[in-house]
């Protein structure tokens, strides 16, 4: 059974920033893919950003230019680096991962307000 573990959310105001982090219970190599995805109140999840089969990233458009996702693969970990986080970024955000099944994480908490 794979376990993803999200952390690094809370509270922050307008122009702030965050990082947020999925710890994996097994190697991240073993996965096709990964990535985060968020849900706001009342709205669809929706892709965020993630890496691809072949190791580039994607971007929705509203994050491109502030957000940044990385991983470590010593440390079985994927970040998503949130810069110039502005109210519409508030959600829940959860961690994915695709391999012959698809698995995510309990979601953490991200709200940007003055």
């Known amino acids: 059974q794979v376990q993803l573990v999200e952390s690094g959310g809370g509270l922050v105001q307008p122009g702030g920033s965050l990082r947020l982090s999925c710890a994996a219970s097994?190697?991240?190599?073993?996965?096709?893919?990964m990535g985060w995805y968020r849900q706001a109140p009342g709205k669809q999840r929706e892709l965020v950003a993630r890496f691809t089969s072949g190791g580039s990233t994607m971007y929705a458009d509203s994050v491109k230019g502030r957000f940044t996702i990385s991983r470590d693969n010593a440390k079985n970990t994927l970040y998503l680096q949130m810069n110039s986080l502005k109210p519409e970024d508030t959600a829940v955000y959860y961690c994915n991962a695709v391999a012959s099944l698809v698995y995510w994480g309990e979601g953490t908490q991200v709200t940007v307000s003055s």
């Open positions: 097994r190697s991240i190599f073993s996965f096709n893919r």
